[in-house]
């Protein structure tokens, strides 16, 4: 199970069942094609859990990704919603 912060039991669930099973699988494959994954199985994947998943990746809460870094994920997640 992943144990990371932002990382509810049920976001960890959705996690497992695309192929994300602990903290460095999610860690490798990254913020954006964990989200990519993670939109196969939840279409109302929103702009929250894709900064939830950067804040785990960084071992913190996601209302402390600084600024620019959720600049670069919310043009990510606008191309990802075209």
């Known amino acids: 199970m992943i144990k990371l912060p932002n ?3 049920t976001l960890a669930d959705k996690l ?3 192929g994300i099973e602990n903290d460095n699988q999610l860690k490798s ?3 954006e094609n964990a989200f ?6 939840d ?7 894709l900064y939830a998943i950067e804040g785990a ?3 913190v809460r996601w209302h402390d990704l600084d600024q620019s870094k959720k600049l ?5 997640f606008r191309m990802m919603n075209k």
């Open 57 to 59: 990746i960084q071992g």
């Open 16 to 18: 497992k069942l695309v």
């Open 43 to 49: 279409d109302n994947a929103c702009i929250n859990l």
């Open 7 to 9: 990382i509810s039991k």
């Open 29 to 31: 494959i990254g913020v």
């Open 72 to 76: 670069e994920l919310k043009e990510f």
């Open 36 to 41: 990519v994954k993670l939109k196969t199985v």
